[in-house]
């Protein structure tokens, strides 16, 4: 499963794990990933998605039946 939110379309980074003596090698940064279950009052069931913390503030901020009508009014659900 790709590391990507369906919400905020966060992915993987990529940049470099610096030392102490300034050396540097490749790393990657991972968005910060969490399921989380929501409640559809409209349709009577749950739905797990796979979203950032930002994404969560998102939906607090505007609920989740806002957020998955726009997903599905641009056809990424």
């Keep these: 499963m790709a590391r990507v939110c369906i919400v905020t379309k966060k ?5 470099n794990r610096v030392s102490h003596a300034n050396n ?5 940064f991972l ?4 399921y989380r279950r929501f409640w559809l009052e409209e349709q009577k069931r ?10 969560l503030r998102t939906i607090d901020k505007l609920g989740i039946e806002t957020v998955l009508a726009d997903l599905h ?5």
Excluded: D, H
């Excluded at 968005?31 to 969490?34: E, R, V």
């Design 24 to 28: 540097k090698t490749k790393r990657r």
């Design 31 to 34: 968005p910060n990933l969490q």
């Design 46 to 55: 749950w739905v797990r998605l796979r979203i950032t913390n930002a994404a």
């Design 11 to 15: 992915r993987p980074m990529v940049g």
């Design 73 to 77: 009014a641009k056809g990424e659900l």
